[in-house]
Every structure is written in C-alpha cells, then in structure tokens.
C-alpha cells in the first residue's frame, strides 16, 4: 500500500521568506506525485505533479517540486512567499494498477501554510 | 466553466436518516471519486468508478453505497447517516492518460450528522 507523510501540520512563514514544504512517501512502484492546495471553504486546484522525465516539476503560482527517489521525497518550494499562498497543501501519491492508473489518490494530511506580513 | 459541481453544498441530518449526494462533471471524463475529508488526515476515497455502470470501493466504503447511471453522474448515498460520517465530502473527476491523471475537485459538500 502506498502511504504520504507531510513533515508539519502548520508552517509559518514571512512574506517574502522561502517556503518548503515537505513530503515523503512510501510505494513499491514508481509513483506519480501531486501537490494541490486549498483554499477555506473550496476544492483542491492542482498545483503541479510528476510523473517522468525531469524531477524538478514547475506549476503554477511560482511552488515548484523536486522528485527524489533515493529520499523518496516530493518537497514543495517557493522562492518567496506572498500573503495570497496562505492555505493548506496536500501531497498526493497516485496508484498504478497493471500500467493503467486508475488515478486514485493517496493524500498525506495536509500542511497549513500561514504567512506573516 | 462549470467543471465539478456537487449538491448540496450544505446539509445537516439527524441520526438514522438516508440522503444522496450528487456530483455531476461536464468533462466527459471516465473516472468519477468520491473522497471524505477530516481534520488531520487529509482526503480519504470513499468509492470510485471507472466507466458508466461501475463502480468500486474505496479506503473507507463502509457507510456508504454510489451509483454510476450516467457517465456524467456519480451520487453517493448514505443509508443511515451517523455522526461518525459528519465531514466535508469532495467529489472528484479524471480523464485516463498516459502522462497521469489530473484529478479535477468539486468545491465540496459540508455534512453535519447531529
């Protein structure tokens, strides 16, 4: 079974300050990984994933993610955190099931951003 | 773009009672989810469909049945709602590709079981 352990239920951060935000899984098979955030009160938008080639992902509003396989990390970075990215993010490991995913999703708990002025 | 929807956004039930959640994606997309979503333990899949006509269990099933009618719709019932399902549910959609999937979010439905 595949699992996802997010370091940090709560991270706080200045603006402007680097944000990182951390990810490891577990799974027998290369995976495909996900960030997504959330806003309060809304569904989960799509930040960025991976799934081959280059293991630095770029997404969108400025976060991107490095695929580490020997650390079996997927950590989340920003070079410079503006109010507006305060939510909280999810880590999100996907199954692969005889070479077709069905995209089922295995989500780590979740990391509260908060940023300070 | 109207994507994911679900209804209702809201509800409260008593113990005991049975209602229906609907979801309905205008993507054309095969793969249809419903999760759950609690404090400190992220989302949780509920039950899932791979095509019109089928569907699967999930992680956390027990409680709950779904039906795939139509490709569009997936609805998630509660039989005998109890407080232990009081959570925020998301109803999620994906079209299969072979650069991995994309799972789209509905905005959520709040279910209180009082």
């Known amino acids: 079974a595949q699992s996802v352990t997010q370091l940090g239920s709560h991270v706080s951060v200045s603006e402007g300050a680097l944000v990182l935000l951390r990810c490891n899984y577990s799974?027998?098979?290369?995976?495909?990984l996900f960030w997504y955030v959330q806003y309060p009160n809304q569904g989960l938008q799509l930040l960025l994933k991976?799934?081959?080639?280059?293991?630095l992902v770029k997404g969108i509003n400025g976060f991107e993610a490095e695929f580490k396989k020997s650390e079996t990390s997927f950590h989340l970075t920003k070079p410079s955190a503006h109010m507006s990215d305060a939510a909280e993010y999810f880590c999100?490991?996907?199954?692969?099931?005889?070479?077709?995913?069905?995209?089922?999703?295995?989500f780590g708990q979740g990391t509260i951003l908060t940023v300070h002025p | 773009n109207a994507g994911v929807t679900q209804t209702p956004k809201f509800r409260v039930l008593k113990t005991g009672q049975s209602m229906t959640l609907l979801c309905a994606q205008d993507?054309?997309?095969?793969?249809m989810y419903w999760y759950r979503q609690d404090p400190g333990m992220g989302l949780r899949l509920i039950h899932y469909?791979?095509?019109?006509?089928?569907?699967a269990k999930g992680e956390v099933p027990d409680g709950y049945n779904v039906s795939r009618l139509k490709k569009q719709n997936f609805l998630l019932g509660l039989e005998s709602a109890a407080p232990s399902q009081t959570s925020v549910y998301f109803c999620?959609?994906?079209?299969?590709?072979?650069?991995?999937?994309?799972?789209?979010f509905g905005e959520g439905s709040w279910l209180t079981v009082v």
């Open positions: 999620a959609s994906s079209y299969d590709s072979s650069s991995g999937n994309t799972i789209y």
């Open positions: 799974s027998s098979v290369p995976p495909y």
């Open positions: 991976y799934t081959t080639g280059a293991t």
């Open positions: 999100a490991v996907g199954e692969i099931a005889g070479g077709t995913s069905y995209g089922k999703l295995t």
């Open positions: 993507m054309n997309h095969e793969y």
């Open positions: 469909s791979v095509g019109e006509g089928t569907t």
